[in-house]
């Protein structure tokens, strides 16, 4: 089972930038797609930015320009990179494979605001 640790989350301004780290046990992201998904209270947990293992991204339109996926598969981890931060950017953050592992891990909460 693979585990999957979150961390690099913190309270920042708007227009803050703030760099999530997500270390997973194993060598099996470097070659899965793994992405980033957020849960704000009262909604549901959404993908907001993935990368497959031959690198290429995607991201959902509410980021888009903004934040940017990376991995190193060196390390078995992968990044997200946020600028430009806005409150409602503030939520729990997770990454998990796309499609999902069966386990989350515990996630690492970005909250936005002055």
């Known amino acids: 089972q693979v585990q999957l640790v979150e961390s690099g989350g913190g309270m920042v301004q708007p227009g803050g930038s703030l760099r999530l780290s997500c270390a997973a046990s194993g060598n099996i992201i470097r070659i899965v797609t793994m992405g980033w998904y957020r849960q704000a209270p009262g909604k549901e947990r959404e993908l907001v930015a993935h990368?497959?293992?031959?690198?290429?991204?995607n991201y959902a339109d509410s980021v888009k320009g903004r934040f940017t996926i990376s991995r190193d598969n060196a390390k078995n981890t992968v990044y997200l990179q946020m600028n430009s931060l806005k409150p409602d950017d503030t939520a729990v953050y997770y990454c998990?494979?796309?499609?999902?592992?069966?386990?989350w891990g515990q996630g690492t909460q970005v909250t936005c605001s002055l």
């Open positions: 998990n494979r796309v499609p999902q592992f069966p386990s």
């Open positions: 990368i497959t293992s031959g690198g290429s991204t």
